[in-house]
């Protein structure tokens, strides 16, 4: 790692940066054979990276939720040529409530219950000094990340399975200190991060029977992060969140269950670490020092 490069959270001795075998698709104790599954932004880089891991673990029916068509299309067609899931591609905008609403309902009529939903569509503003925003597009990151967000959610939960995952799509800049200089310019992303976050939380208690798991994907070389010039910084495979992604909905993760993970953390040093991190409540978004 450069001197330039931001110091990380190592909540593990081994800090991936790449998939490794604990978390492969193809390991039997993973798969999703059997199961319904819904990716939001799925025709994005991490996206689309998740869909096809999520057919490589057996997935038996796979939705796609994005607003590109063409994006859509194309990964519909590669993910059939990848293997036997069954693939439903959805054009949708996930702020418009009914239209939400309405996607879920054919969701369930076409496929059954759902078992994993990944909240994985975002937005991220412009990298610009404050005072110079855009506040609508500002506002913009609220309205994808937090508005849309829990609206999938919501939608989700009315048609999931009594015991099943929701992986929430985070950020580091959720949890970073602004005192570490990491969020400077990112604050319509990072406080619609850390709102949504927060509304995960609030959601598992309050149906405790899913299991909510709030993911950071690491840093990695997106269409998201080439707009605000972060690719320098972008060290991670997209196969290590779409990889980690396939983990956490495996009963494995099931210590993890309401909190926030790095895709970057291995797998089998939490593991060995669950009782610690269940006792003293690791890994929760919550104020320290009181």
């Known amino acids: 790692m450069s001197a330039d490069q931001p110091v ?3 909540f593990t001795a081994q800090f991936h940066h790449a998939p490794y075998p604990a978390i ?3 390991r039997p104790e993973l798969s999703t054979t059997g199961k319904v599954v819904v990716v939001t932004g799925a025709a994005g880089g991490i996206g689309s990276a998740m ?3 999520f057919v ?12 590109n068509q063409t994006g859509l299309l194309k990964l519909k ?11 439903y591609p959805l054009v949708l905008d996930i702020t418009k409530t009914m239209a939400v609403r309405e996607a879920f309902n054919t969701v369930e009529a076409v496929a059954g219950k759902i078992d994993v939903l990944v909240n994985n569509a975002g937005y991220q503003n412009l990298n610009k000094p404050l005072l110079d925003i855009d506040i609508d ?3 913009k990151c609220f309205d994808i990340n937090v508005k849309g967000s829990f609206l999938v959610a919501l939608e989700f939960l009315r048609h999931c399975k009594p015991d099943a995952v929701l992986i ?3 950020s580091v800049l959720a949890h970073y200190g602004v005192r570490r200089g990491y969020c400077t310019g990112h604050s319509g992303y990072s406080a619609s991060k850390i709102a949504i976050t927060k509304a995960m939380d609030i959601i598992q208690e309050e149906l405790p029977t899913v299991r909510i798991v709030n993911m950071h994907p690491g840093l ?5 992060s080439a707009k605000i010039g972060n690719t320098a910084f972008s060290v991670d495979s997209v196969n290590l969140p779409a990889h980690f992604a396939v983990w956490l909905a495996s009963p494995e993760a099931e210590f993890l269950r309401g909190r926030l993970a790095w895709a970057n953390w291995d797998v089998e040093e939490m593991k060995s670490r669950k009782d610690e991190i269940v006792e003293k409540d690791l890994l929760r978004l919550e104020l320290t020092g009181i």
């Open 8 to 10: 990380l959270a190592e």
């Open 168 to 170: 929430n799509i985070s």
């Open 24 to 26: 492969s698709p193809s």
């Open 137 to 139: 597009e500002w506002f």
């Open 220 to 224: 990695v070389a997106t269409a998201m």
């Open 77 to 87: 067609a590669e993910l059939e040529d990848q293997g036997k899931s069954r693939i």
């Open 56 to 67: 490589e673990a057996g997935t038996k029916d796979l939705v796609l939720i994005d607003l």
């Open 51 to 53: 869909c096809r891991a």
